[in-house]
């Protein structure tokens, strides 16, 4: 059974830092494409960014520089490290993954994934 579960978000100052967690079932993380996405109140979800099985990362030009993913094949978990932080992050973020070792080419549209977590809070205040 799919199952994937974020954890690590919070408040946080302007220029500060988190990282975020996905724990994922052993059948949704092998080689799988896996992404983060967000959702601010009022807006569309967006892709954040994306890994493949092999890797290679994609990023939204919004975060590059300063968001890097990341993932653990021994834990079975994803990573999201964020890196100066803004207001203009504060969202719902979402695990995603897709059980192909490569990413869509639209891989920052919701519908390029089946499978979602529940979301974890990120607030930045300045």
């Known amino acids: 059974q799919v199952h994937l579960v974020e954890s690590g978000g919070g408040s946080v100052r302007s220029g500060g830092s988190l990282r975020l967690s996905c724990a994922a079932s052993?059948?949704?993380?092998?080689?799988?494409?896996m992404a983060w996405f967000r959702q601010a109140p009022g807006k569309e979800r967006e892709g954040v960014a994306a890994?493949?099985?092999?890797?290679?990362?994609s990023y939204a030009d919004s975060v590059k520089g300063r968001f890097t993913i990341s993932r653990d094949y021994a834990r079975n978990t994803l990573y999201l490290q964020m890196n100066s932080l803004k207001p203009e992050d504060t969202a719902m973020y979402y695990c995603?993954?897709?059980?192909?070792?490569?990413?869509?080419?639209?891989?920052?549209?919701?519908?390029?994934?089946?499978?979602w977590g529940q979301g974890t809070q990120v607030t930045v205040f300045s």
């Open positions: 995603a993954a897709e059980p192909y070792n490569y990413c869509s080419a639209s891989w920052w549209e919701p519908a390029a994934f089946g499978y």
């Open positions: 890994v493949n099985g092999a890797g290679v990362t």
């Open positions: 052993e059948y949704t993380y092998s080689s799988s494409c």
